[in-house]
């Protein structure tokens, strides 16, 4: 029996096995099916987590410091994919693709979101080369620039708002003539002097060279014609899919409360409705979506479980 099972080796998962190895539990094994380190390792750059400013770093780079760190204390990571985790009495079942499974006293759940692709033309081969989903991350790169914002939702009505503190010229370009966005925050947009509005518009394409995004080709949707801009930075919002499936049993319900667009609820500290259940990083509610926050998350938890653990013993 585990003390704890985390599932999912980003920032949050990989930070909460840093924790509760370091604050003495003694069987804790991260489940990540890939190489741990998150979506961050997609990332060209990461100049916004305090501590690491090294100008021309990658998310990889910054990421490979972690797991050394993060393995010192006794962590063990195995390569598997969760496919479910159950609930019978006071402990859980962690149960893997092919259908093996592991026990565990408490599951820390850190398994992210994954911001939708379009499927725009240049879209993949420019991806985190000027093609960016993270305003927060990403928007100071284009300081005194003009950029594309992508979507007609809340995120890129939002985002379009925080870059355009940042940026010179933020160009929202949105498919229809109306928006899914709450009115107030389109009425905000629509107030902000240096955003331009593109409604019944789509990209066709993006272009690029081997630095990155040049601009965009625009297709009206009305009146079939296109145009090309010249702009470095193209960002996309067209909504996220929460990795939340290892918590779905096979009625469709979830072990726990989600809330309407699949994340997890918690209270601070990072606490399910599910006794023993945490959930961390960009899966949970009013996730910020950043590796700091992710971080913060998965030692909150870590510490959780220790007195959780401990109560138990
Ligand atoms: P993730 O990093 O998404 O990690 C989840 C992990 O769970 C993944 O490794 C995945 O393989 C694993 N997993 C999923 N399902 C399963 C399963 N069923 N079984 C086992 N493992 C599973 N943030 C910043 O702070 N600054 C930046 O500059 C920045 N730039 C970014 C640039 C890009 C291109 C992207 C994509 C993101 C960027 N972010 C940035 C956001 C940041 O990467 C995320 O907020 C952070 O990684 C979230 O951490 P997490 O641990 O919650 O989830
Ligand atoms: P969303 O509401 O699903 O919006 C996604 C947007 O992207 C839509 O406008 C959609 O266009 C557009 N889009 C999707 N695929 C596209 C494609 N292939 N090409 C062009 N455009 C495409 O996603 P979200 O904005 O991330 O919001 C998700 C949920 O979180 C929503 O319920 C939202 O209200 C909520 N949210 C709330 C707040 C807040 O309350 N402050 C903040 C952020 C998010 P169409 O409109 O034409 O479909």
């Known amino acids: 029996m585990l003390d704890c099972a985390i599932i999912g080796g980003g920032p949050a998962g990989l930070t909460a096995g840093l924790y509760a190895t370091r604050g ?6 991260m489940f990540e099916m890939g190489m741990p380190g998150g979506q961050i390792t997609q990332s060209s750059e990461i100049e916004n987590y305090p501590g690491f400013y090294e100008h021309g770093k990658t998310g990889m ?7 050394e760190q993060c393995f010192a204390f006794g962590l063990v990571h195995e390569m598997k994919k969760v496919i479910g985790v159950a609930k019978t009495g006071d402990h859980f079942t962690v149960t893997f693709e092919g259908g093996d499974s592991v026990e565990a006293m408490s599951v820390i759940v850190g398994t992210g979101s994954t911001p939708k692709r379009t499927g725009i033309k240049g879209e993949s081969e420019l991806w985190g080369k000027g093609v960016s989903t993270c305003a ?3 928007g100071f790169f284009y300081k005194g620039k003009s950029v594309i914002v992508l ?3 809340d995120t890129a009505l939002e985002e ?3 870059l355009s503190n940042i940026c010179e010229k933020v160009i929202l370009v949105h498919r229809r003539d109306s928006f899914r966005a709450s009115p107030s925050t389109v009425e905000r947009v629509e107030r902000t002097a240096n955003i331009e509005i593109i409604t019944d518009t789509v990209i066709e394409e993006i272009v690029g060279d081997m630095m990155g995004v040049t601009g965009v080709t625009l297709k009206n949707l009305k009146t079939e014609e296109s145009r090309q801009l010249e702009v470095p930075g193209v960002f996309i919002f067209a909504g996220h899919t929460v990795n939340n499936e290892v918590l779905k049993e096979e009625s ?8 309407e667009w699949g ?5 601070l500290s990072m606490k399910t409705s599910l006794e023993g259940l945490y959930a961390v990083g960009d899966m949970r509610i009013q996730a910020p979506k950043q590796v700091v926050s992710a971080a913060g998350d998965g030692a909150v938890a870590a510490l959780q479980v220790i007195s959780y653990i401990q109560e138990r013993a």
């Not at 003495?24 to 094994?29: F, I, P, Q």
């Not at 780079?61 to 797991?67: A, E, G, S």
């Not at 994340?263 to 209270?267: F, S």
């Open 151 to 153: 979507g007609g939702g």
């Open 61 to 67: 780079d910054f990421m490979d410091t972690w797991q």
């Open 136 to 138: 927060t991350c990403d």
């Open 263 to 267: 994340q997890v609820v918690v209270d």
């Open 252 to 259: 469709g319900a979830f072990i726990c409360e989600m809330n």
């Open 160 to 162: 379009a708002h925080y």
């Open 24 to 29: 003495g539990l003694k069987r804790v094994v």
